[in-house]
Structure formats: C-alpha cells, structure tokens
C-alpha cells in the first residue's frame, strides 16, 4: 500500500488502521476495520500481506 494512500486512511475517524512488521521492521501487511455509525460494531475493510521473499509466485502469468 503506497503512503498516501495510508496516511489517507490514518485521518477517517471511522477507520481503524494497523500496519503489521516483520522482524527486520520492515512492513510485511496491513489490516483496516470500519467501524459502523453506532460504533458497536464494524467490518472488515482489507487485509494486505506482502510475499516474503522466500515465498514462491503462484500467481497465473498472463
């Protein structure tokens, strides 16, 4: 996810954002809620993983 993007997300008050790190401090995901109007409840928004870099593509080549 590029910055903008997050920092965008980071300032709507009915979003909740985390950013998950790998052990290096690096970025490896990120999880987003959004909390309904009560604010009881909420879904859930995206969640992003990066592959590692041990991880092999299995992704179609088109």
Known sequence: ???GRLA???VE???RTWTG??????SVGHASL????DGVSARLGRV???RTSGAA???PHC
């Open 8 to 10: 965008a997300y980071a």
């Open 57 to 59: 593509d299995t992704r």
């Open 1 to 3: 996810m590029r910055r």
């Open 48 to 50: 992003l993983v990066a």
């Open 13 to 15: 008050p009915w979003r």
């Open 21 to 26: 790190a790998g052990p290096d401090g690096r």
């Open 34 to 37: 959004r909390l309904d109007a």
